[in-house]
C-alpha cells in the first residue's frame, strides 16, 4: 500500500468553503428571507434542517455501496469509504433529528409523533451507530457484520423517501419543498453548499485517517517481521570462534 500521507489541500479548501459561506447563510436566513405565514420564525430551521437530512441519506448511500462493494470483494479501500461516510452519515443524522424534534415541537407542539418519517430516520441513525460501533469494537471476525448493517441502512433510504407518499403523515411532503418561493430557494442553497461542504471535508479527512491507520498497520507488521528475521539470523550457533 502506498504511502496516505498526502496534502490535505482539498478537504481544507472546503472547509474554508463552508467557513465562509455559513455565515452568509445565517444572515440570508434571518434576515433576508420572509417569514413563512403559517409556521412562523420556526420555520426557519428548516434551511439547517433539510441539508443535514439529504446529506444523512447521501451518506447513508455512500456507505451502503462501498459496504456491499467490500462484501462482494474484500476491498479494504471499500471498507474505508463505508466507515468514513457511515460516520458523517451519523453525525448528520444526529443534527437532522435534534433539529427536527424543535422544529416539530414548535409547529406540532411535540418534539415526536411517531411520523412514519421520524421513525424510519431514527431507524437509519440507529442502524449506522450499530454499524459504527460493531465495526470499531467488534474485532476482526465482526467486518462482514458491520457491513452488512450499513448496507440494510442504504436500503432504509428509500423508505425514508417515500415514506410521506405510502402512509399518511404530519411531515411536508417533497411538494413543499419544489414550491418554495425564489427568495426561500435562495436562502436554501448557501445553506445546502455550506453543510455538504463541511460533511465532505470531513468524510475525506475521516477516509484518510483510516487508510493512514491501516498503512501504519501494515508497515509495523513489515518492521516486527524484519527484526524477527534478523533475530533468527544472529541466534549463535554454539561453536567456539
Not at 67 to 80: G, H, P, Y
Not at 83 to 94: I, Q, T, W
Not at 184 to 201: H, Q
Request: aromatic share 10%.
Amino acid at each position: 500500500m502506498s504511502s496516505p500521507l498526502r496534502s490535505f489541500g482539498r478537504p481544507g479548501a472546503l472547509l474554508c468553503a463552508a467557513l465562509v459561506t455559513f455565515p452568509y447563510a445565517v444572515q440570508r436566513v434571518f434576515l433576508d428571507t420572509p417569514i413563512e405565514s403559517e409556521m412562523g420564525t420556526a420555520q426557519k430551521i428548516f434551511y439547517f434542517h433539510l441539508p443535514m437530512a439529504w446529506g444523512l441519506m447521501l451518506f447513508a448511500m455512500i456507505s451502503g455501496i462501498a459496504a456491499a462493494t467490500q462484501l462482494s470483494r474484500r476491498s479494504e479501500r471499500a471498507e474505508d469509504v463505508a466507515k468514513a461516510a457511515g460516520e458523517v452519515c451519523a453525525l448528520l443524522g444526529a443534527g437532522a433529528l435534534v433539529s427536527g424534534a424543535i422544529w416539530g415541537d414548535a409547529t406540532w407542539g411535540t418534539p415526536w409523533t411517531g411520523d412514519a418519517r421520524l421513525v424510519t430516520t431514527a431507524l437509519l441513525e440507529l442502524v449506522f451507530v450499530a454499524y459504527l460501533i460493531v465495526a470499531k469494537f467488534g474485532g476482526p471476525m465482526a467486518g462482514r457484520l458491520a457491513a452488512a448493517l450499513a448496507v440494510f441502512g442504504a436500503l432504509d433510504v428509500p423508505i425514508i423517501y417515500y415514506s410521506v407518499k405510502i402512509w399518511k403523515t404530519t411531515h411536508p411532503k417533497a411538494q413543499v419543498v419544489q414550491s418554495l418561493p425564489p427568495e426561500m430557494w435562495a436562502s436554501l442553497w448557501p445553506c445546502l453548499f455550506a453543510i455538504l461542504a463541511c460533511s465532505f471535508a470531513l468524510f475525506e479527512i475521516r477516509l484518510r485517517q483510516e487508510r493512514l491507520e491501516r498503512w501504519l498497520d501494515e508497515a509495523w507488521l513489515a518492521l516486527s517481521a524484519r527484526g524477527a528475521g534478523n533475530a533468527e539470523h544472529s541466534v549463535p550457533t554454539g561453536r567456539s570462534p
